[in-house]
């Protein structure tokens, strides 16, 4: 499948522990799942030393109900771009706290295994021993590879906390959802107020006409579709309904009120920016200003795709991710 890449910019080695995986808005996790198992399958064929850990994680805390209870069934109350800095930097915040949790949880079980495989071996089992320790002379971080709000919420993190990502992979991303006077590459605000609108009234409706969207412009869009419409969010239980709606409205507040224009310059990790020309979202142009603001930006465009181009390519978003960061080598300590 041909596909257009350009940029490049002065991308910086680094050894990635963790992977994240963050979906976009609507859709739980396994939005994710085969690219998870297949990354899984290829940094394994890959590997010497350390693994590496992928985690699907969703990218939706809540936010405090002084922001997020404007959002009626009627109207966003909320002006666009006035989410207080601090709700922005406690949402990022939340998520990091998220992932640290995420982490830990994957190393402990990964120590566990690791002593149980040396254990098996002092015994003369044959069985391999665990983890190669990291190198003093490297630093660790983290890759973050993520859709759509996902891909708002990494970029976030990544310009308030440059230390901590290794690099980014970014499907169907914008710095800024919602039109404005000087940014029209992306969603008109009319549409959004509409969207929200079903939203706040029928979150499964939306939902649903989000996976239509997210479709268009596919080669085989109704196949694209079925794969996306089986991936939607949903409450655990009847009983946190409510919750699973607050969710819903949280994103589209964080949708809403976000630009990041001024501040994606600060991002230091490479970037790489996979997006379907065709996307009915977020329109290319978005995505080619990224590439143009970003220090290390390399973009990847998916002619005959739309706003979800992994749904029917798990490959090409595998690769993507495997060519962010070099095999071997790492960055070294600062």
């Not at 910086?12 to 992977?19: A, K, L, M, R, S």
């Not at 940094?43 to 992928?54: D, I, N, T, W």
């Not at 566990?112 to 660790?140: L, R, V």
């Not at 973050?144 to 992979?169: F, M, N, Q």
Request: net charge neutral; charged share 15%.
């Amino acid at each position: 499948m041909p596909v257009s890449r350009h940029g490049g910019g002065p991308g910086v080695p680094v050894q990635i522990t963790d992977w994240l995986l963050l979906p976009g808005w609507g859709f739980s996790t396994e939005v994710l799942a085969p690219v998870r198992d297949a990354l899984v399958g290829a940094m394994q064929a890959r590997a010497a030393g350390r693994p590496v850990r992928v985690h699907l994680l969703s990218p939706v805390p809540e936010l405090p109900e002084v922001v997020t209870g404007a959002l009626t069934g009627q109207q966003i109350d909320l002006p666009v771009r006035a989410m207080p800095e601090s709700i922005g930097r406690a949402w990022v915040d939340r998520l990091r706290h998220s992932a640290r949790e995420c982490f830990a949880q994957s190393a402990t079980a990964t120590a566990a295994a690791a002593a149980a495989a040396a254990a098996a071996a002092a015994a003369g089992t044959g069985a391999a021993g665990g983890e190669a320790p990291a190198s003093p002379d490297t630093a660790s971080a983290i890759g973050i590879c993520a859709w759509s709000l996902g891909a708002t919420l990494a970029l976030d993190w990544a310009a308030r906390h440059p230390a901590e990502i290794g690099a980014l992979v970014l499907v169907g991303g914008s710095p800024c959802f919602v039109a404005t006077d000087d940014w029209p590459c992306a969603m008109p605000q009319a549409q959004f107020e509409a969207f929200a609108r079903l939203a706040g009234s029928s979150p499964r409706a939306a939902q649903a006409r989000l996976a239509a969207l997210s479709a268009q412009g596919e080669a085989e869009a109704a196949a694209c579709h079925r794969l996306l419409r089986a991936a939607v969010a949903a409450p655990e239980s009847p009983g946190q309904s409510a919750g699973f709606a607050r969710q819903l409205r949280d994103g589209l507040t964080l949708l809403r009120a976000s630009d990041l224009r001024a501040r994606v310059g600060a991002i230091t990790a490479p970037v790489t920016l996979v997006h379907g020309v065709q996307d009915a979202l977020v329109p290319i142009e978005a995505v080619r200003w990224l590439a143009a603001i970003l220090p290390a930006a390399r973009c990847i465009e998916v002619p005959s795709a739309g706003h979800a181009p992994f749904a029917l390519r798990t490959s090409l978003l595998v690769d993507a991710i495997m060519a962010a960061v070099p095999p071997s080598i790492d960055r070294q300590a600062q």
